[in-house]
């Protein structure tokens, strides 16, 4: 199994529609973090967490919300899903004592 | 803030030449620097990191990185490319102190001519 997974891996939605994106870890790290990907922009970061009750916004959190439900999971909500929320989402992990983000393969997202 | 450039969207590189690619970033403090390499339709792989000492860093894959402070970059270079190396690259710059966030420059892609 993935050491960080992600589900689902491809969605496609309608405007004004709810989507959450769902991500697991089994590397036992305590942070976790939320990137969104757009062709020419690299990955922006949308938010982060240290720990179950830590949850930070990053550079692009408008319109976006996360829910930190244990150690291991950490899923990203679209309340009222727009196309220019199109795109491909990673989910990261990294451990405190290290400076490495280990990513799942990523989720695709289509906003209609 | 901290940010980061890579100056080459695309680069078109024959099999068995040599590939460089290029990055510049901006931080305050010493930086952590890091290639990740995305292949299609997969997640970001990390190639190698860079955090203290030696400024030469060898990767996976055959890939190394040198660290300039001086031009405040981080080149990615490979002696010899094969088709496999056909990807998207990022270079990316964190700290601890910011809690191991990192930003991403905007990518390069690569294409591999037979």
């Known amino acids: 199994d993935a050491d960080v997974t992600q589900t689902p891996r491809n969605r496609i939605t309608k405007t004004g529609k709810r989507i959450m994106l769902e991500c697991s870890q089994t590397k036992g790290h305590d942070r976790m973090y939320w990137y969104r990907q757009d062709p020419g922009l690299g990955l922006r970061l949308i938010y982060y967490?240290?720990?179950?009750?830590?949850?930070n916004k990053g550079e692009i959190s408008d319109g976006y919300s996360v829910s930190r439900q244990a150690q291991a999971k950490f899923s990203l909500s679209l309340e009222s899903a727009i196309p220019n929320q199109t795109a491909l989402y990673f989910c990261a992990t990294g451990d405190s004592g290290a400076n490495v983000l280990t990513f799942g393969a990523g989720s695709r997202l289509t906003v209609l | 803030a901290q940010s980061v450039t890579q100056p080459d969207i695309h680069i078109t590189v024959s099999e068995g030449a040599s590939l460089e690619l290029r990055c510049n970033y901006s931080?305050?403090?010493?930086?952590?620097l890091f290639w990740y390499v995305q292949s299609p339709g997969q997640g970001l792989q990390l190639l190698l990191k860079y955090f203290s000492g030696d400024t030469l860093v060898q990767g996976i894959k055959g890939f190394e990185a040198e660290f300039k402070r001086s031009q405040s970059s981080f080149n990615l270079r490979k002696p010899s490319v094969h088709w496999s190396d056909a990807a998207e690259y990022f270079c990316?710059?964190?700290?601890?102190?910011?809690?191991?966030?990192?930003?991403f420059g905007g990518g390069t892609r690569v294409l591999v001519k037979p």
């Open positions: 990316a710059v964190g700290a601890r102190a910011a809690g191991n966030k990192l930003t």
């Open positions: 931080y305050g403090a010493t930086p952590y």
């Open positions: 967490s240290f720990d179950v009750k830590d949850i």
